[in-house]
Each structure stands twice: as C-alpha cells, then as structure tokens.
C-alpha cells in the first residue's frame, strides 16, 4: 500500500511491514525517522522486512563489482544525500531508529546486490 512514510504508518496491527526499495535513496536522519513513524502502529513480533541494497564489506566481491558499488554508492550521496548500506550499517540504523527494534536475519543470495533484512518489535 502506497503512503506517505513521513507520517504515521495508517495500517496498525499487521504482523508484516514490508519497505522495498526505499530507505537506500535517504540519509540516515530521514531513514530513521521514516522507521520511527511505523512504531505507533506495530504489535509486539510484528516483523518489519526491508528489501534494499546491500553493500558488501570492502574485499568481499570482485574488484570491478566493489568499485561500481562504491561509485553507485557516491552517486546516490551526491544526487539525493542517501546512502547505501553495508550489514552493520542496517543493523545500527535499526538500532538507532529505535532500541525495540531486533535484528533476526539478512539474506543476500550472491548474485545480487539486494537482500533481506528482518528485524522484530520488541516493544
């Protein structure tokens, strides 16, 4: 359902929040306020599943893939101040956005740039 993430999450109660595609284009500040604004709708063990970019820790990949990435990367800070995000980068943009939020899992299959982060409400 399209809304804006600005405001408060109209849907409440749903076990799933999904976001695809969509915190990688903001920097963290407006990252973490666009997660800030699900919390007044979500139950205890609602999940909360981002699809985003997922850059790979510096020597993980090919060089050629390591440095698109990372120019990507700058592109995207240059034209629209966000940013794209190793593991821990997500993981404590998480945290950050709220301490009730659980990190579970990120699955990244290796031939893509994007994967799945899970986290939990804990609140």
């Avoid at 981002?50 to 700058?74: A, C, K, M, S, W």
């Avoid at 034209?79 to 939020?101: H, I, M």
């Amino acid at each position: 359902m399209a809304y804006d993430f600005f405001t408060e999450q109209p849907i409440k109660g749903a076990d799933v929040y999904l976001m695809r595609w969509i915190l990688h284009d903001w920097s963290d500040v407006y990252a973490i306020r666009t997660l800030r604004t699900l919390v007044c709708a979500l139950k205890r063990k609602a999940k909360i599943v981002l699809h985003e970019y997922i850059v790979p820790e510096p020597g993980e990949t090919l060089t050629l893939q390591d440095r698109t990435l990372r120019i990507f990367n700058t592109a995207v800070r240059a034209l629209t101040n966000g940013k794209e995000r190793e593991v821990n980068d997500w993981k404590a943009l998480l945290a950050e956005a709220n301490g009730r939020f659980h990190f579970l899992s990120i699955e990244k299959p290796p031939i893509s740039s994007l994967g799945i982060i899970v986290d939990q409400w804990e609140g």
